[in-house]
């Protein structure tokens, strides 16, 4: 396998598409030899579904599109980006805080960590955010 694989995919920012940058990771999941019924691949899944969902809801129409962006370094580190071009970065709520939403981000980080990863905010050079997690890859169980 090369050093590095990479790919992305940027959608509308509509709550269709975040099925369909489900779809999308979970195909390349495959092709990259994750096995798609196992643990590591659920929680990408599920990951992705919270971070699409974020760049629908919170840009507030600000942000007309999305990109999911993946990247596979030497077989040892999985990167999931999820990039929109609003300037507003996600909210740390307190443990606390009883709401209906706004989980996301807690999720997602708990589900990095869970699997050995981390969870990162970084500015874009037209004033969006990327919000991704690095996660070490498993031995792939598909040849």
């Known amino acids: 396998m090369a050093d590095q694989q990479e790919t992305a995919l940027t959608l509308p920012s509509d709550p269709a598409s975040v099925s369909a940058a489900r779809r999308y990771v ?3 999941l495959t092709e990259w030899g994750l096995a798609e019924d196992g643990d ?3 929680t990408i899944r599920l990951i992705v579904s919270e971070l699409a969902t ?3 809801q919170h840009t507030f129409g600000q ?8 990247r596979l370094d030497r077989d040892v580190e999985f990167y999931l980006g999820v990039t929109d071009s609003h300037p507003r970065w996600p909210q740390k709520l307190p443990a606390a805080v009883r709401l209906d939403n706004g989980r996301g981000m807690v999720i997602i980080r708990a589900l990095a960590k869970e699997h050995g990863g981390r969870l990162s905010v970084s500015p874009t050079p037209d004033g969006g955010k990327t919000v991704s997690i ?4 498993p031995v792939p169980t598909q040849t």
């Not at 942000?63 to 993946?70: E, G, H, K, Y």
């Not at 690095?134 to 890859?137: Q, S, V, Y």
């Open 134 to 137: 690095a996660l070490p890859w």
């Open 54 to 56: 974020n760049a629908v």
């Open 40 to 42: 590591t691949a659920d």
């Open 63 to 70: 942000s007309p599109t999305f990109t999911v962006a993946l």
């Open 26 to 28: 979970a195909g390349v």
